[in-house]
Structures are given as C-alpha cells and as structure tokens.
C-alpha cells in the first residue's frame, strides 16, 4: 500500500474499492490528462454509481445480447482442452505449437478466491517457465498495482509457444469480415491485451525471469464472416504498451492530487456529492464518450463553461492556455489583452478571425455578383 491509500479510501466514502479489470486500465489511457478521473479510479471510486447519482447515468454498457453472444463463442473456442484454439494457432497463426498439457485456473479446489488463484497462477507459470509443462493457461488470474490498490486480471487464454514465449490469446465477438474488423473495437482489444501483457510481464519479472520471455505479439480470435467459426489475428501491442506502462506511472503519483484536495473531500453517494466532483479538475474531450462513466456529466459541466475541449481534443490542444471558447474569441477580435506567455496564440487567433472575415466578405460579394 502507497501513503496515499488512507486518504484514497476516505475519498470512496463507505462504498468498497471497485477493482479495476483490463478495460478500465486501458481506458485510462483514453484521456492521461484527466484529474478527476485519475483521482476516482485510484480511490476505487465506483464510476458508473457516481454517475447515476448525478443524475447523468453512462452512455455505454453491453447489452445482454452481446454478453450472451460473447460468452458463447469463447465457451466454443475453449471446448475440449481448447481445441479449436489450437488448431487455429497452428494452422492460421503458424505457431509452432506441438502436443499441449492444458490447465484451468478457475476454479482452486472447490473454491474461487482471487489470492489463491493468483497463488496458482504463479506457481504453474513459475513451473513453465523453469522449462516443466505447461502450453496453454485457461483463466489465470494476473495482478497489477494501481496506485497501491492490487487489480486482478484475468485474460482469456495465455498460450505457451514452444521458442519460449508466452502469447496473449484475447477471445473477442466481434465479427472478422474479409479479414477486416471495426478499427476501433481492434483498437480497444489490443490496449486490453496490452494491459495483460504488462501484468504478466510484471509477474514473470517477479519469478526471477526475463520480461521479454512475454510476447508484445498477442493473438485476437473473433468470429469470422458472419458464422461462429473462429478466425486468428496476430497484433503487435508495443504502442498500447508504452501508453499503459506511462499512465500507470502517472497513476502512482496520485499523491500530488490527493495533497491538492480540500480536506474533508468524499466521493460518497449523498447531497454534496455534485460539489465534490466539480471540485476535482476534468479535461472533458468527446471521447471521453466511449470510455469514461462521467463523460454526460462532464460534457454538461463543460458545455456550461464553455471549455475548449467541447470542440474536440486537437483543439484544446492547440488552445492550450486558453480554458474557454468566449475567451478564444476575445482574443481573436482584441477585446482581451494576451499575458505574454499567450502573445503568440493571440497573434494567431486575430489572423485567423481576420482571414475568416475576409472569406467571408468575398463570399458575400461573389454572392451578389
Ligand atoms: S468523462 Fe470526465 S472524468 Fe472521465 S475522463 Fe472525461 S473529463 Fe475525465
């Protein structure tokens, strides 16, 4: 546990540490500048709760259908000791995987705790990695620090390569058509996958083993052509691994938001709990949309205030130091003087409203003309 741990678990109020799985790790990623949901997420804070509380409930979520759908396929994949899985590692994937010793994690002893399964985990990896059996792992359960609160991870399947290496194998249930996938779904899979990629990485260092022995090169099985039929992909993780690896160090200096806070903060469901909220700083973007439980609060509180980052990310960005559309647009028509560190913005900003006029002088006279 960090320093900050008691302060984060006063922050959570009463309500339990909700643990993060591999899509709220990678959804971090999602938007690195974000204080409020840097702060919520390593105090555990349930999201999804604060935001119903609000009045502003999530934009997203599965429906039951793609979780029945999703459950399904990956229960066909994993059939008789994986089979088809290998199969498809073999023959489309070209590894070369020979005669496979397969174990389940899921269940240790009759019982499911995530310590004992974790303890499993290691221990038969520890034992692959020494060179004794072990090709393919069913549920393993993987840990990550976030900001001093453990996270456990359970990829779908680690495949065990005979050069040595492992491979995250992620089942997912979105279609492959004409060898073509929805880019952002891929997207999403492969930052998933690289969050298991690093955990694992973490726990093989711990074992006393190379990192490397863990493969950036991860294997995506979704249906292919509108049938059930399994089709393999492999995807190079390394960018969505650098990204993870950066915001998880961004993650453990949490401390720095914690000290910044009013003493007395909580994010417990109750009367103040609006107040709360605003009183920790958001970078609202439009794709905080698809990733963050806050994003309908956020974009009302930002559209509100006119934040720049209501627009579109690039250009907050290319803003940067102006918080407010009414304060761009002063400084484009003059009538808000630029501090120097903004003289230059500024300069630009009157040349594009100046260029702007003019278009549109020239409009106005062709159209008369
Ligand atoms: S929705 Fe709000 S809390 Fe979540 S990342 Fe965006 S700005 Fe931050």
Avoid: W
Avoid at 145 to 165: S, T
Avoid at 310 to 318: H, I, Q
């Amino acid at each position: 546990m960090t320093d900050t741990a008691p302060a984060l678990d006063r922050l959570r109020g009463d309500a339990p540490p909700r643990n993060h799985d591999a899509r709220t790790i990678a959804a971090l990623t999602a938007n690195p500048g974000c204080a409020r949901r840097g702060l919520m997420d390593a105090a555990g804070v349930d999201k999804d709760a604060v935001a119903r509380h609000l009045g502003f409930p999530a934009p997203f979520g599965q429906s039951q259908f793609a979780i029945t759908r999703g459950n399904g396929f990956e229960q066909q994949v994993k059939e008789n000791g994986c089979a088809e899985l290998l199969t498809l590692l073999r023959e489309r994937a070209g590894l070369d995987v020979a005669e496979v010793a397969y174990d389940d994690l899921e269940v240790v002893a009759g019982g499911e705790g995530r310590e004992l399964r974790h303890a499993r985990t290691r221990a038969l990896l520890g034992r692959a990695l020494d060179g004794d059996a072990g090709t393919l792992f069913d549920h393993p359960l993987l840990k990550l620090d976030i900001a001093g609160q453990p996270a456990y991870l359970e990829p779908d399947v680690i495949a065990f390569q005979l050069a040595g290496r492992f491979h995250v194998v992620e089942i997912k249930s979105f279609a492959v058509i004409d060898g073509q996938a929805e880019p952002e779904q891929v997207a999403a899979a492969a930052r998933q996958a690289a969050v298991y990629v690093l955990a694992l990485r973490r726990l093989v260092a711990e074992l006393g083993h190379d990192p490397a022995r863990v493969s950036h090169e991860v294997f995506l099985v979704c249906p292919e052509n509108f049938s059930n039929r399994p089709t393999a992909t492999a995807l190079d993780v390394r960018p969505q691994l650098a990204t993870v690896e950066r915001q998880l160090a961004r993650l453990t200096r949490v401390d720095r938001l914690v000290e910044a806070l009013p003493d007395g903060l909580t994010f417990a469901l109750g009367e103040e709990l609006p107040e709360t909220v605003r009183a920790v700083e958001a970078r609202y973007a439009p794709e905080c949309m698809a990733s963050c439980e806050m994003a309908i609060f956020c974009r009302d509180e930002a559209r509100a205030c006119g934040a720049t980052g209501v627009l579109g990310r690039s250009v907050r960005d290319d803003l940067g130091g102006v918080d407010s559309v009414a304060a761009a647009l002063e400084l484009a028509d003059g009538t808000r003087e630029a501090p120097p560190e903004l003289a230059e913005l500024a300069g630009q900003l009157r040349t594009a409203a100046r260029l702007r006029a003019e278009a549109l002088q020239l409009a106005a006279a062709g159209g008369v003309a």
